[in-house]
Nanobody, 121 residues
Framework: EVRLVESGGGSVQPGGSLRLSCVVS????????MSWVRQAPGKGLERVSD????????YSADSVKGRFIISRDNAKNSIYLQMNNLSTEDTAVYYC??????????????RGQGTQVTVSS
């Protein structure tokens, strides 16, 4: 059974930081591009960042460039998202996912249950 379990979300003031983690079971992430996606209240799913199997960031949304850093530890079958200088516009449920594609909308093969990030003063 494939499972992706996110953690690390919470409430933070603007300008603050959070680090999200995602532990994967049911398959080895070694050969897969892994992703973080998010869904803000009342909005569709937004692709945030992708990371290739070797650790190269292959996609970063313009809205998070220079602030969010995606990373992975294949030995721990885990990925991470370091989020810095958070703004209220980053408030969303964050999901780790595999098999993400983006055409008219973002789709994926598997994703976790999500972790809530709330940025407010």
């Amino acid at each position: 059974e494939v499972r992706l379990v996110e953690s690390g979300g919470g409430s933070v003031q603007p300008g603050g930081s959070l680090r999200l983690s995602c532990v994967v079971s049911g398959f080895a992430i070694t050969n897969y591009v892994m992703s973080w996606v998010r869904q803000a209240p009342g909005k569709g799913l937004e692709r945030v960042s992708d990371i290739a199997s070797g650790g190269t960031t292959t996609y970063s949304a313009d809205s998070v460039k220079g602030r969010f850093i995606i990373s992975r530890d294949n030995a721990k079958n885990s990925i991470y998202l370091q989020m810095n200088n958070l703004s209220t516009e980053d408030t969303a449920v964050y999901y780790c996912a595999v098999g993400v594609r983006q055409r008219d909308r973002v789709t994926y093969d598997y994703r976790g249950q999500g972790t809530q990030v709330t940025v407010s003063s």
